[in-house]
């Protein structure tokens, strides 16, 4: 069965401190799908990233980066010099085949506040 | 621009009334979900559509229903047999899901209150 685990429920740093958040997973598949959410305070979800589990390939986008592990099935981000803007809640989701397509399922999110 | 649009923001009904929440998108995306967000939780799946007049349970679908009749509209009926039906719902949208997974696209959301 699927699961998302993120561990912290909440963050607090000062700004310009690196911060990473903590996900892992759970699938028996071997074709699967990971994705990185921010929902400021506004609500709406952004988009943050993709990785499919045959992508090892650690990204960095900016101040953001990601390590993917398979070996200890976890998909953590990274925020480098964090910014008052970061303040949010983060959410890892995992994705895998389902009858008919892809049936995703969220962890229970971060929140990060960050200080100025 | 393009987007998914989600209306009202703020929904207030009393206890036994049934509601329907709106969503459109003009991404031209096949596939189409719902979530409800409780405090402090995750996103938990209600229903999804992928592709137009047909659509699938999710994981907590008792109490709503949902049509899929335009490729750009989802609506989501919150019916009176919802036990618990205040929550913030989102509405999102994704290419279609049929070969991966791709990342969804979600709208502002709509806060019901039921009292």
Known sequence: ?116 | DGGITQSPKYLFRKEGQNVTLSCEQNLNHDAMYWYRQDPGQGLRLIYYSQIVNDFQKGDIAEGYSVSREKKESFPLTVTSAQKNPTAFYLCASSRSSAGASYEQYFGPGTRLTVT
């Open chain 1, 1 to 116: 069965a699927q699961k998302v685990t993120q561990a912290q429920t909440e963050i607090s740093v000062v700004e310009k401190e690196d911060v990473t958040l903590d996900c892992v997973y759970e699938t028996r598949d071997t074709t699967y799908y990971l994705f990185w959410y921010k929902q400021p305070p506004s609500g709406e979800l952004v988009f943050l990233i993709r990785r499919n589990s045959f992508d090892e390939q650690n990204e960095i986008s900016g101040r953001y980066s990601w390590n993917f592990q398979k070996s200890t099935s976890s998909f953590n981000f990274t925020i480098t010099a964090s910014q008052v803007v970061d303040s949010a809640v983060y959410f890892c989701a995992l994705s895998e085949a389902y009858t008919g397509g892809f049936k995703t399922i969220f962890g229970a999110g971060t929140r990060l506040f960050v200080k100025a």
